[in-house]
C-alpha cells in the first residue's frame, strides 16, 4: 500500500518549497486552496539559479479525511486555517504546524482531535511571481514533540535536513530570538539576510542578539543561550541571499508576524527585569514606519 498523501494548507512560499520538495522525493502532495483560491495547473522553484516546474494535482475537495496535513499558513491565520477543514480532521490525523511565531497549542487542540506536532525552518525563498519562488538558501528544519512518528522518514526523504526533538520548546524559543533578531531589522533597512553583517545593521544585528541570549538564559534554555550568538550569524550567512518573510510582507503592504515574534520575547524580558532596547527601538520603529502591518 503507498504511503499516505500530504496534504498542504497555505500555499506561500513555505508551503511552496515543501510541496516542491515533497514532489520531488516522488510523494503525492495535495494542496488544499484558501476561500475561493483558484491553483493553477504548475508552480516552479528556483533552486540555484536553476528554474524546476512542479505539477499541482486537482486540489483537494474537501471530501476524505485527512492523515497528514501541513499548515504553513502565516502564524495569525493558523487557528482560522484549521477551523476551515475542522470536519476533515479525526484523531487520527497527524497536523504539522510550520510556522514563524508562537501558537496557543491549547487553542489549537480545542478545535480538533489531531495530533499535533511543530515544525520550525530557517529554509527560505522569495516570490518573483505568482507561485514562482526562488530557493533563497538551504536551512535546516527541527519537528517535534514527543516520540518520532511513522511519517518523520518520509517528511527526511523530502528534506534531508530536519530533525527529530522529543522536546522542541527550547529551539521554538530559539527560532522566535532568530526571527526578532532579523526580519524587523531586513524589512525596516530594505535588505536581505546576508546584509545584516555589514555596516551599521551589523551593530544593530549585534545588539539584538545579546539581548535574545540573555533571554534565553532567563528561560532556562541554556545550551540555546549559549551558542544563540553563532546560530543566529549562522542562519544570516546560510540564508544570505534571502529576503527574509518580514521583508516581504511589507513590501506587499500585507499584514506581518511580528506581533506573534517580538512582544511575546519582550514580555518574557520583561518578567525577568531584563532590558531590551535595541529590540524595543526597532519594534518601535517598525510599527511607526509600517502602521498597520504588525
Ligand atoms: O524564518 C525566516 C523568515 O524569513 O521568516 C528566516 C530564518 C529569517 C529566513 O529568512
Not at 477551523?83 to 487553542?107: C, H, K, P, R, Y
Not at 534554555?221 to 541571499?241: L, M
Not at 531590551?276 to 504588525?294: D, H, I, K, V
Request: proline share 5%; with cysteine.
Amino acid at each position: 500500500m503507498s504511503n499516505p498523501k500530504w496534504h498542504i494548507l497555505g500555499f506561500g512560499v513555505i508551503g511552496q518549497l515543501l510541496h516542491a520538495a515533497l514532489s520531488r522525493s516522488g510523494q503525492t502532495c495535495v494542496i488544499i486552496p484558501k476561500g475561493d483560491e483558484r491553483l493553477p495547473a504548475n508552480h516552479r522553484v528556483q533552486y540555484q539559479g536553476r528554474p524546476e516546474t512542479f505539477t499541482i494535482q486537482a486540489p483537494y475537495a474537501g471530501k476524505t479525511n485527512i492523515e497528514r496535513l501541513v499548515v504553513c499558513t502565516k502564524s495569525y491565520a493558523v487557528i482560522e486555517a484549521v477551523e476551515s477543514i475542522q470536519s476533515a480532521l479525526t484523531e487520527q490525523t497527524q497536523l504539522i504546524v510550520m510556522v514563524n511565531g508562537l501558537i496557543d497549542a491549547a487553542e489549537l487542540s480545542k478545535r480538533t482531535p489531531a495530533s499535533v506536532y511543530w515544525a520550525l525552518t530557517t529554509e527560505g525563498g522569495y516570490r518573483t511571481a505568482p507561485y514562482t519562488t526562488v530557493h533563497g538558501g538551504s536551512g535546516l528544519t527541527r519537528l517535534g514533540s514527543g516520540p518520532e512518528p511513522e511519517w518523520f522518514a518520509d517528511w527526511q526523504k523530502a528534506l534531508p535536513n530536519s530533525y527529530w526533538h522529543h522536546d522542541i520548546r527550547a529551539f521554538q524559543w530559539e527560532k522566535l530570538c532568530v526571527n526578532a533578531v532579523i526580519n524587523p531589522l531586513t524589512a525596516l533597512h530594505q535588505c536581505c539576510n546576508g546584509e545584516l553583517a555589514n555596516g551599521a545593521q551589523a551593530k544593530a544585528t549585534q545588539s539584538a542578539i545579546e539581548e535574545a541570549t540573555s533571554i534565553l538564559e532567563a528561560l532556562g534554555f541554556h545550551t540555546q543561550a549559549k551558542g544563540f550568538n553563532d546560530t543566529c550569524w549562522e542562519v544570516i550567512r546560510k540564508t544570505a541571499a534571502n529576503r527574509s518573510s518580514m521583508l516581504q510582507d511589507v513590501n506587499q503592504h500585507r499584514r506581518t508576524e511580528i506581533d506573534s515574534i517580538v512582544p511575546p520575547l519582550l514580555d518574557a524580558a520583561a518578567k525577568h527585569g531584563l532590558a531590551t532596547p535595541q529590540l524595543e527601538s526597532t519594534y518601535r520603529a517598525f510599527c511607526g514606519r509600517f502602521p498597520g502591518l504588525n
